[in-house]
C-alpha cells in the first residue's frame, strides 16, 4: 500500500501524484495490462466518457490531466488506467461489505471491507489531499488513478463502496463506477447532499451499493446502476449496510450473473443484519472491526479475497486501514487535519 499527501488545485495534486509515483504508474499499466482489458471498439465510447467527465466533473478532469503531467505520460493513458475496467463491463463482481453504524454521541462510523485481487492490492493507494479552498479528505484508491474505493472528508462525509449488477447496454455516457465517488467525495458536505449529487450522475460500468454516513449521525445507502438509483436511508439510531445485490425495488431487474455469488451475497447480507443489531459492550470502532474480521460462519464477512478493510469514525475524522487481509491488530489510524 502506498501513501502520498498533496495539496493544492486539483491540477496540482495530480501533478503531485504523478511526479511522486512516477515510475510505479508506468509499471502499473504495464500490471494492468490497460488496452488489452479494453479492446480494439473502445475509441468511440472512451471519447464520451471524456466528453460527460469535461462537462460533470471538470475537476476530477484536471486533476488527471496533472497526473498525466506529473509523471511525465500520455494523457491519454492515465485516464485509461482510471476507466478501462468500467469500459471492459466487467462481470466478475468483488464480495465487498459495506455498513454504517450511527454513534450514540450523534455521530457515524463506516466499515468497508475491500475484496479484491493481489494486483489490485500492490496498487493500493492512500492519497491524503488539501483541495485549494479547503476541502480536505482521505481517499483509498489507486496508483495512477482517481478511483475511490472509500473514503471520509473534513466535513465527516464518509463513502464505503461494493460492487453491483450491471444495467445494459450502455452507451458510454457517465463516469466509470471507480471514479463515481471522487466527484461525491470532493464536494458533499452532509449524507444527503452525497445522494443529491450521485443522483445527478449516471454511471458506467458495473453497479455499486455506495454507503454513507456524516458527522450527525446521519447513514444510508445509495443503490446505482448506469441511469438508475435508489436510496436507503437509516432510522435514527440504526445501522444500514449492503452486499452485492440491489435490495430496493426501482434497481431490480438483473442479478449477479452468477448463482453462486449471489447466494453469498444475500447470505452476508443476512450476517450483518444479524451482526449489526447484536448487543455488544464496545465501543462503535472496536465492535466494527471485530465485524471485518470475521472470517467464520457460512458467509463471512472477512473472505479469503478481503485484502483491505476500512473504518471511518465521522466524529473524530480518523480512518482506520488494514494495509493486508484485516485483523484486529494491523489498522493503520489516519486523521484529516494531520499532514
Known sequence: MYYIWSKGTPFEVGRNHGKKLSVEIQRAVVDWNVENWLGE???????????????NAPNVIKELEGIADGAKMDYDTIFNLSAFNALSFVKSLSSCSVFAVPKPEGSGCLANTVDITSLQQRWELVHHIKYEGGMELIRISSVGSVWTTAGMN???VA???ASAPIFSPQDGRGIPQHISATPVLNQAESTEDAIRL???MRLIGKGMNFVLADSKGNCAIVEKSYDRQAERRGKQGVAVWATNHFVEQATQGHDLRDPERDYNSRGRYVALERLLNEE????VVERLKDIVCTPDGNAPICRPNTLTAVIADTGSKRLWISPGRPTKDNFICFSLGDS
Open 41 to 55: 471498439n473502445s475509441s468511440e465510447c472512451l471519447e464520451r466518457v471524456k466528453e460527460y467527465m469535461l462537462a
Open 154 to 156: 473534513s466535513y465527516g
Open 159 to 161: 463513502i464505503g463502496s
Open 198 to 200: 450521485f443522483r445527478e
Open 280 to 283: 455488544v459492550d464496545k465501543n
